[in-house]
């Protein structure tokens, strides 16, 4: 079956540190993949995503390119700041092998940042 | 534009009763999803549905009925709620069905079942 295993947290930087939350999938076929990200007391927000092998997702600073090879699918961001602090969801969608579109979720990531 | 809206923001019920979790979005999209999210675990869908009057199951379904009446609606049932059910419940939706299709999320219901 499908599955996203990423890094437990929480994880806890300095503000402008570097970060790489990883981010490992099993999949069928050749599935899209997403990070989402959860601020506190408010729902699910989408990232970036990436569709097809190398593709790069980027957005508001993070990267994550889909590694087909080492089927991984890393987060990263150069400098962080405190407004980052959340939770980070891996994600995959296997369409078309996917009951109705259902993403596949890993457990999610604490990140926190202080001053 | 709301997005997607979920009522009531938490809720405790007692073993056996049954509630019912509501879900609008106004964006008109076709796709409709719930899924729950345990502590420490990725969220898992419930069930799903397509279009006005279609609905199927999810990964983890028992327990729980929905229906989908108009495409801005999808509410969710809870009948005998048992403390298996204590969960974050996420309503979801998204214009299309495809892999490149983005899911909008909404704020989600804290669950307890005592």
């Known amino acids: 079956g499908n599955s996203v295993t990423q890094m437990e947290g929480p994880v806890t930087l300095s503000e402008e540190a570097f970060l790489t939350i990883n981010c490992t999938y099993t999949a069928t076929g050749y599935p899209s993949l997403f990070w989402y990200v959860q601020y506190p007391g408010e729902g699910l927000q989408l990232l970036l995503k990436a569709t097809k092998a190398d593709d790069k997702g980027s957005n508001k600073g993070f990267e994550a390119t889909y590694r087909k090879e080492t089927t991984s699918f890393h987060l990263e961001k150069g400098s962080v700041q405190v407004s980052d602090s959340a939770v980070y969801f891996c994600a995959l969608s296997a369409y078309p092998n996917n009951a109705g579109n259902m993403l596949t979720f890993g457990g999610g990531t604490r990140l926190m940042v202080k001053p | 534009n709301a997005g997607v809206t979920q009522t009531p923001k938490f809720r405790i019920l007692k073993i056996g009763q049954s509630m019912t979790l509501q879900c609008t979005q106004d964006m008109n999209h076709n796709y409709m999803y719930w899924y729950r999210q345990d502590p420490g675990m990725g969220l898992k869908l419930i069930y799903y549905?397509?279009?006005?009057?279609?609905?199927d199951k999810g990964e983890v379904p028992n327990g729980y009925n929905v229906s989908r009446s108009t495409t801005e609606d999808f509410p969710l049932r809870l009948e005998l709620a048992a403390p298996s059910q204590t969960s974050v419940y996420f309503c979801?939706?998204?214009?299309?069905?495809?892999?490149?299709?983005?899911?909008?999320f909404g704020p989600g219901t804290r669950l307890t079942v005592l």
């Open positions: 549905s397509v279009g006005a009057g279609i609905t």
């Open positions: 979801a939706s998204s214009y299309g069905g495809t892999g490149v299709d983005t899911q909008y």
